[in-house]
T-cell receptor, first 115, second 112 residues
């Protein structure tokens, strides 16, 4: 299984600011995803982070709000832009793919509170 | 669009009792089914992965079954312990993809 490190683990931010979350994996992975878990809710996929190209966003999520970078096969960032209290959530990085028989692994998450 | 439902939403049992958690999904064209555990405010820990061609998977006290044709999976946890208290999530990706659709989870409390 992959070891996934996310930073920051938690943060408290002011409305209107932006925060970048980092995801570092201890091995090269094909697939990398970003999920959001709003308070009391289950997980929702934000986007697939594609190495060397633009991320693929799910319905309801846009690049201007959630820009994603993936410069190589072990690292990705998710930025939450122009934050509002509705963005208060746990953001999770997930990796996996065919090399793991389709099993996905998750980081510890980044808990974001927007005041 | 895949819909994943988990019943019950919450469960409280005395220590030592066996746990039965249910997961149903609407589209049987799945790649696999994965069960996760989530502790409060934490990330997800993968418990079991069942490939679409498999009927069940076991790991220690955990056993998960899959009936793809009826769109159901069941997670059994034998001889529950207080340390099993957590939220359990099931998730399925569509065939030939890895994007997971999650259920809302079952929150388990095991009383000492």
């Amino acid at each position: 299984s992959a070891v996934i490190s996310q930073k920051p683990s938690r943060d408290i931010c002011q409305r209107g600011t932006s925060l970048t979350i980092q995801c570092q994996v201890d091995s090269q992975v094909t697939m990398m995803f970003w999920y959001r878990q709003q308070p009391g809710q289950s997980l929702t996929l934000i986007a697939t982070a594609n190495q060397g190209s633009e991320a693929t966003y799910e319905s309801g999520f846009v690049i201007d709000k959630f820009p994603i970078s993936r410069p190589n096969l072990t690292f990705s960032t998710l930025t939450v832009s122009n934050m509002s209290p509705e963005d208060s959530s746990i953001y999770l990085c997930s990796v996996g793919g065919a090399a793991n028989a389709g099993e996905l692994f998750f980081g510890e998450g980044s808990r974001l509170t927007v005041l | 669009k895949q819909e994943v439902t988990q019943i019950p939403a919450a469960l409280s049992v005395p220590e030592g009792e066996n746990l039965v958690l249910n997961c149903s999904f609407t589209d049987s064209a799945i790649y696999n089914l994965q069960w996760f555990r989530q502790d409060p405010g934490k990330g997800l820990t993968s418990l079991l992965l069942i490939q679409s061609s498999q009927r069940e998977q076991t790991s220690g006290r955990l056993n998960a079954s899959l009936d793809k044709s009826s769109g159901r999976s069941t997670l059994y946890i034998a001889a529950s312990q207080p340390g099993d208290s957590a939220t359990y999530l099931c998730a399925v990706p569509p065939f030939n993809d890895y994007k997971l659709s999650f259920g809302a989870g079952t929150t388990v409390t095991v009383r000492a």
